[in-house]
């Protein structure tokens, strides 16, 4: 009896295997599945997704179809072929169920374009502005005060990736959330939960982890709460408008509170760790540091003194070479992927003229820190930071080609269509701000105990989610320059 179940279960399962089992069908493009029936390339994808597409890439060149968990991904990584795939209707853009994984929070009461229609409006024209000061002030005010009570002219030591994250976490969330009395904690919460977010969307915690995602997104639920923030409904923070437009939109208060992690984690995730990279940048490149400060020191920095807080100095001001530093600096750090549901069956034409049939219930999805950002063929010598490779000799450098035709998408960090980032002008501008006022007020080097500076790598579990992140941090020293110290 005993054997006959065995057998019978057996052959079932040799069935599903057999019946499951997809082939490649003309015109389709190559397709890749691993040796794990079922599971696939997913193991290898989790790992460090960026080796193992570019291993795909080198295999199957510019389009390929991967098996991972029992879903199969087609991967363009053709920039000129890009549009096809961002401007297809017939593509959807589907985030429902890494906001259920990561956030546990669902708004299906709320069409995507109503929400991205609402945060470009209060990213851009006059919020832009209003939002960009109030960071200014936020962030002289915290790397000023931060000096306060000790020896200011004593060099004090603190990780690069901290002393960044920390401190553009808490002027951003005091400029949207406007609640003063908690920042810190929030900003220590977050970090807890920032390290689990990844494991949090692929489903990979373990139980222990598991445990503290769920503690730590409770503490920031209670954290953020409407009603443990500031104003009732005389308040205009940015904070307090969003819940108006999630109640508006009907969403429950449950819901709400589970909203404003959300869009904590959204607007405060990548600005911190973009400003690491590219001070860690400048830090090991004497020529890039020499011509930031340089083009810094001819700047009215009048503005940027402690007597005008409420004068946003960048921006009037043209800064080329910090502009061409930062598209840099996201070039080789900006890492998401863009991913679209194929809805019904379609033929993806790419730019060389060759077309492709996607099945419906797959997925495509774009990579572009692979193509166009690591592109050896766009840019020269891609692993390498290059601060003056987005300039031309006072301007910026736009064009790049591949196979000679000229490329509208040379690096996506901001990403694009329908995936674009709404706060772009707030985070350059705030990025900006951030490193003039850290080098025009501070004296910042390397940390000499700690042997040659070299940059830590990247954490590998990061790609796909925005900003990368250093696994581990680099100590720097940083003191206050003597003049404004006695200011
Ligand atoms: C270096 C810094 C930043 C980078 C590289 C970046 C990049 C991105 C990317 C690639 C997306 C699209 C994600 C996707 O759809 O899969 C996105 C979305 C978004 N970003 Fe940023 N971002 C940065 C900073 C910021 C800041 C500072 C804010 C606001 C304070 C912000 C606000 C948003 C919002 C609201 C969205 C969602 C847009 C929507 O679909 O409605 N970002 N960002």
Known sequence: MLWTVFLLLNGLLILILLCSTRRRQKNEPPLDKGLIPWLG???????????????????????????????????????????????????RHNRIQLLQSIFSLSLPSIEPATEKKWMEQHFQGVSLSRLSRAMNTHLKNLLLSDHKGCDSLEWKTDGLFNFCYSLLFRAGYLTLFEKEDNAAAVYKEFRTFDSLVTKLARCSLKQEERKTANLSREKLWELLSPARLNGGLESNSWQQKYVRFLQEEGVDAEMQKRALLLQLWTTQCNAGPAAFWLLGFLLTCDEAMDAVKSEIKGLNLQDVSPQHPHINPLEALETPVLDGVLSETLRLTAAVLISREVVQDKILC????????????????????????????????????????????????????????????????????????????????????????????????????QGAFKLPPVNPSRYGFGMLQPDGDVQVKYKLKRRQHEA
């Open 41 to 91: 390339h997913a193991f290898e994808f989790k790992k460090d997704a960026a080796k193992f597409l570019a291993r795909m890439k080198d295999k199957h060149g510019d389009i390929f179809t991967v098996r991972l968990a029992g879903r199969y991904l087609t991967v363009l990584l053709d920039p000129n072929s890009f549009d096809s795939v961002l401007n297809d209707p017939a593509l």
């Open 350 to 449: 790419m730019a060389n003229g060759q077309k492709y049939h996607l099945r419906q219930g797959d997925k495509v999805c774009l990579f572009p820190f692979l193509s166009p950002q690591m592109d050896p063929e766009i840019h020269e010598d891609p692993q390498i930071f290059k601060y003056n490779r987005f300039l031309n000799k006072d301007t910026k450098k736009d064009d790049f080609y591949k196979n000679n035709k000229k490329l509208k998408y040379f690096t996506m960090p901001w990403g694009a269509g329908r995936n674009m980032c709404a706060g772009k002008e707030f985070a350059i501008a705030t990025i900006k701000q951030f490193v003039v006022l850290v080098l025009t007020h501070f004296d910042l080097k390397i940390d000499e105990a």
